[in-house]
């Protein structure tokens, strides 16, 4: 379910986005695991962390969502889908309830002692939302 990118590997900043989510947004790091790629923190499947790695996506539209309906406009938008949304969103607040760490990293390269996040990689919210890559972050400034 990654974007349309040959697998690689992940760096802060990479744009991720939630199938269930209204908004894409990038991948965060609180700080290093000493490791860079073009000059960008690599990243690792314990990455994973509701604020600390990984925001809110918007406006949720899981019916699995427990939280308060909310309404988002075209202003509140960060990396809008091609051609944006023009009119108000209406959906569930999205706070990402994380089941653990990212799936299917790269086994066989550790970052700090964690296998190495890639583009393959996939995060499952507890609201049914699964968390995948649209680009590694190695080219976004």
């Known amino acids: 379910m990654a974007g349309e990118t040959d697998e690689s ?3 802060a900043g990479a744009v991720i986005h939630c ?3 209204s ?3 990038q991948l965060d790091a609180p700080y290093c695991h000493g490791v860079y790629l073009r000059g960008k923190p690599a990243m690792n ?3 994973s962390v509701f604020e600390d790695n990984i925001p809110k996506f918007g406006v949720c539209l899981s019916e699995e969502n427990p939280h308060d309906v909310v309404e988002t ?3 509140d938008m960060m990396f ?3 051609g944006g949304v023009d009119i108000p969103l209406e959906g569930y607040r999205c706070i990402p309830e994380l089941s653990g760490d990212w799936e299917d990293g790269k086994e066989d390269v550790l970052v700090d002692g964690e296998p190495a996040l ?3 990689s996939v995060l499952t919210c507890e609201h049914g939302g699964v968390i995948y890559f649209i680009n590694d ?3 976004v400034d």
Do not use: L, Y
Request: charged share 25%; aromatic share 8%.
């Open 23 to 25: 908004h894409m947004r």
């Open 118 to 120: 890639t583009t393959e």
């Open 137 to 139: 972050g190695q080219d």
């Open 80 to 82: 809008p889908f091609e």
């Open 9 to 11: 590997f992940v760096v």
């Open 19 to 21: 199938h269930c989510g």
């Open 45 to 47: 499947i314990t990455d």
């Open 73 to 75: 406009s075209q202003e």
